[in-house]
């Protein structure tokens, strides 16, 4: 079983910046898909970003030009960087992965945007 452990939420002011991590306890190599997703209460768990072994990042329409999500390898860590963050952006975010058929997830993180 792949285990995702997150770190890196918190509180932050409009139009700052957070950077969240996911550790896996897999190589990247062996996971097809790896990325974040985020949800509010009472709201869907919507992607935020994903990141395949091979292919293009995908991003939400709402994050595009705002947020990175990049793979180091030799760390077997996901990483999403979050600029310009705006109110709407307060979640919990959430890593998952994909390994052949099995989908797993991260505890989350909590990320406020506030003033």
Same mark, same amino acid.
């Given at each position: 079983?792949?285990?995702?452990?997150?770190?890196?939420?918190?509180? $932050?002011?409009?139009?700052?910046?957070?950077?969240?991590?996911?550790?896996? #306890?897999e190589?990247?190599?062996?996971?097809?898909?790896i990325?974040?997703?985020?949800?509010?209460p009472?709201?869907?768990?919507?992607?935020?970003? #994903?990141?395949?072994?091979?292919?293009?990042?995908?991003?939400?329409?709402? $994050?595009?030009?705002?947020?990175? $999500? #990049?793979?180091?390898?030799?760390? =077997?860590?996901? %990483?999403?960087?979050? =600029?310009?963050?705006?109110?709407?952006?307060?979640?919990?975010? !959430?890593?998952?992965? %994909?390994?052949?058929?099995?989908? !797993?997830?991260?505890?989350?993180?909590? %990320?406020?945007? #506030?003033?």
């Amino acid at each position: 079983q792949v285990r995702l452990v997150e770190s890196g939420g918190g509180l $932050v002011q409009p139009g700052g910046s957070l950077r969240l991590s996911c550790a896996a #306890s897999e190589s990247l190599f062996g996971i097809n898909i790896i990325g974040w997703y985020r949800q509010t209460p009472g709201n869907q768990r919507e992607l935020v970003a #994903s990141h395949p072994r091979y292919g293009s990042r995908i991003y939400a329409d709402s $994050v595009k030009g705002r947020f990175i $999500v #990049s793979r180091d390898n030799a760390e =077997n860590t996901v %990483v999403l960087q979050m =600029n310009s963050l705006q109110p709407e952006d307060t979640a919990v975010y !959430y890593c998952y992965a %994909v390994q052949r058929d099995n989908e !797993y997830w991260g505890q989350g993180t909590q %990320v406020t945007v #506030s003033s």
